[in-house]
């Protein structure tokens, strides 16, 4: 048969971006099988929202919440008492960079695992901590890293480990709070919401309380108290 250059280029060049493309499909498929959401309640969400968004691995960080009856609850309604829900933050996290029980041991070591009541000045059952678990296997790491911070604080850890929940993100005006340079009206008169989250923090005396109880454990409180 006669050969075709201009042809068999074609069919050559056809048969090597098909090749490119499938490899291209693998490999993003293998990485994608690494990104994965854990979803954590640690008190206000804006506190661990800033916490895990600068932790190399960590993709994204979104206020909201979960664990509670009837779908997209308001800001309001939670806090007011009576959905069930609680203030959570759904971290996308990147797990060959960020293991899982790598983000659990840092995650308990950015609350008060000891209060069942709230956290820090935050008080009722919408503040509470709580691990939220896919499957059997985050729930066995979970329960490793409870039972590694007990025998660090040498006190039982009474933050549950409970099943997945839907999660629902909170309203836009909390998401990415404590960078936000929208004015905003405070107690303090009118500040940047990120001026306003510092104080807040502050105020709250989260960071010492971690320190209190974590000491060189500590996972974020010492950058928020120099």
């Given amino acids: 048969m006669p050969r075709h250059p201009i042809r ?19 490999n993003g498929q ?25 932790v190399e691995g960590v993709i994204e960080a979104v206020s ?4 509670g009856e009837g ?9 007011r008492g009576g959905t069930g829900h609680l203030e959570v933050v759904a971290i996308t996290y990147d797990a060959d960079i960020l ?8 995650f308990l070591r950015s609350i008060d695992p000891l209060d069942a ?15 939220f678990v896919e499957n059997d296997l985050e729930r066995d790491i979970a329960q ?10 040498g006190e039982r850890v009474v933050t549950p480990i409970r099943d997945a929940a839907p999660f629902y993100p909170a309203e836009e005006y909390h998401q990415d709070y404590y960078r936000s340079d929208e004015l905003i ?7 940047r919401k990120s001026v306003a989250y510092e104080l807040y923090r502050t105020a709250c005396g989260r960071d010492q309380r971690v320190l209190d109880i974590w000491g060189q454990e500590a996972a974020f409180a010492a950058d928020f108290l120099n």
């Fill in 144 to 153: 490793g890293a409870i039972l590694e911070a007990e025998g660090i604080i």
């Fill in 64 to 67: 909201g919440f979960a664990g």
């Fill in 117 to 131: 009541n709230g956290q820090f000045c935050d008080r009722g059952h919408s503040y509470s901590s709580a691990i």
């Fill in 30 to 54: 293998a990485h994608a099988e690494d990104i994965r959401t854990a979803v954590v309640a640690g008190g206000c969400f804006w506190c661990v929202e800033s916490d895990f968004e600068r």
């Fill in 71 to 79: 779908a997209n609850p308001s800001y309001r309604e939670v806090v």
């Fill in 8 to 26: 068999d280029t074609i069919k050559v060049f056809t048969l090597s971006m098909a090749i490119l493309t499938a490899l291209v499909l693998h």
């Fill in 99 to 106: 293991p899982y029980a790598g983000l659990l041991r840092l």
């Fill in 185 to 191: 009206i405070t107690r303090f008169g009118p500040r």
